[in-house]
């Protein structure tokens, strides 16, 4: 193991600035915006700055709520240098789960966009409170969400009761040079600087608290087995509010000082244009986001020949698709990563260099200063190479914890400081690990992670709903689709669209069953507890299928 070297997100935006000033830090192609490491690292200082003018405090919660615009990114390295923590809230939420998430964490200030071409988060948030079209900006007092006081939009327009971007930035005045470089001394590599939600498979999601040390190593980590350096361009057109693109992705750049080319919302010909017109030497995705992109390869031509590398992750990867990436997108060094958000995320990655069998076969080995064994789930024992197990990993990237949840957390690491993945795999004698199941019932779709009973929990509102089991089901496009097994009450009839119909706007339109069978019962064990496995079974007799490659096509 190599001995870490511990710093806080702000300090190292602050050193890669001085080693790279002139090197494009962020790019936005279709926005015509360009910073050097000088100039972004003087704007996160303003943007920090304002953070401060408004009250916000060491420790203070704030909540992200946008797609992959350029303040998303300010927003995240700002915070980095004053030291609150950023609570990144998914794009595809709607009030009930935006409402949990707040009070779940604490927030205390929520950073938003407008909305998205299918959701107004402005009605969404004066929905969930009332009171901030007669508040001051920065004096809500909401019943449902009472620690909330500011509501800040990542914009120019003007809302009743909300700050807007330039006004964070003009209260920048009041707070002095010195006073914040005073608040980035103060920071402890190891305090929390980011929660992220994620769930296993009982009841909400929970916190996922990380710090500087958890989110600056796994970059380090990452970008080390990538080959990055400071000549590297990466467009980046996974989501930042994931791991994926705000660890994997920006950070990755920074302790590289290569270059951040985010792409606002995931759209595969603007993916090929931006890499083309930048010279990105690097793309990340999960594996739907290369398919999409490589059917619109058969549509147009692009030069994609400046590509080198980037990470396939989020959902098992088919092996025709990988070698389809290599060859017609010329990432012959392309690698796949496997983790979660508890490990910051990764935990094992493909190199390189690796043969392709490798890479297309296994999810690599472990990251550098990072431990990964695979033990019998009933024993706790480590079991040989070849045998299957829980997967579990030991390191720097481990998170702090869940927030306000100390059972869960005792529950996912142990006390040797070993994080319970569990996902089942086998590791050959060489250390490459193959994912091969989970323990969890988490269904995985296009690379979003969908608890079940979040959804169940939620089906049970509906009036004509007497029971409800949710589990995942193979589809080519999105790895796994959602399927809800219904028990009715009672003299009612009810229909798939009329379910369908109900999680409309209520729920993320990914967590929405594209499924729906009704039933009188369902298979238990003999102390009534649901067996899935053979509800999973059941559904695909019910439906006259065989293979993931029927279920796409299938109509319920």
Known sequence: MQKLD?????????????????????????????????????????????????????????????????????????????GAVLVTVNTNYKTFELKYLLEQSDSTSLFMAAGTKTSSYIDMIYELCPELKESKPGQLNSDNLPLLKNVVLLGAENYP????????????????????????????????????????????????????????????????????TYRDRLCIPVPFFHCFGCVLGTLTCV????????????????????????????????????????????????????????????????????????????????????????????????????????????????????????????????????????????GYNVMKGYYKDPAATAQAIDKDGWLHTGDLGVADSSGYLKITGRLKDMIIRGGENIYPREIEEFLYTHPKVKEVQVIGVPSVKYGEEV???????????????????????????????????FVENYPTTASGKVQKFKLREQAMEMLGLKNSADFDGAGV
């Open 6 to 82: 511990k710093v806080t997100v702000g300090q190292l935006l602050e050193q890669v600035a001085r080693m790279y000033p002139d090197n494009e830090a962020l790019v936005y192609n279709d926005r015509d915006l360009r910073y050097s490491y000088r100039e972004f690292n003087r704007l996160c200082r303003v943007v920090a700055r304002g953070l401060m003018a408004m009250g916000i405090k060491k420790g203070d919660h704030i909540a992200v709520w946008a797609t992959n615009v350029p303040e998303w990114v300010l927003l995240q390295f700002a915070v980095g240098k004053m």
């Open 161 to 228: 009761g909300m700050f807007n971007w330039s006004d964070l930035l003009a209260m920048a005045e009041q707070v002095s040079e010195e006073e914040l470089d005073a608040r980035m001394a103060s920071l402890d590599p190891d305090d929390v600087i980011n929660m992220q939600y994620t769930s296993g498979t009982t009841g909400f999601p929970k916190g996922v608290m990380l710090s500087h040390t958890n989110v600056v190593g796994n970059a380090r980590s990452i970008a080390q087995c990538l080959k990055f």
């Open 255 to 394: 302790v590289s000082g290569a270059t951040m080319v985010p792409v606002e919302r995931f759209n595969p010909q603007v993916v090929l244009e931006v890499i083309e017109k930048e010279r990105c030497t690097a793309v990340h995705g999960v594996p739907t986001m290369f398919i999409m992109e490589l059917e619109e390869l058969d549509k147009s031509n692009y030069d994609l020949s400046s590509l080198r590398t980037g990470i396939m992750a989020g959902a098992p990867c088919p092996i025709e698709v990988m070698n389809a990436v290599i060859k017609r997108m010329n990432m012959k060094e392309i690698v796949i990563t496997y983790g979660q958000t508890e490990a910051s995320p990764g935990i094992t990655m493909t190199r390189t260099d690796d043969p392709v069998e490798i890479r297309v076969n296994t999810v690599g080995r472990a990251l550098p200063n990072v431990e990964m064994k695979v033990i019998d789930p009933a024993t706790g024992r480590e079991v040989p190479p070849g045998v299957q197990g829980e997967v579990c990993a030991r």
């Open 483 to 517: 399927l809800a097994f219904i028990r009715l009450k009672e003299g009612v009839t009810c229909s798939k669209e009329e379910i369908q119909e109900y999680c409309v706007d209520k729920i993320a339109r990914y967590k929405i069953p594209r499924y729906v069978l």
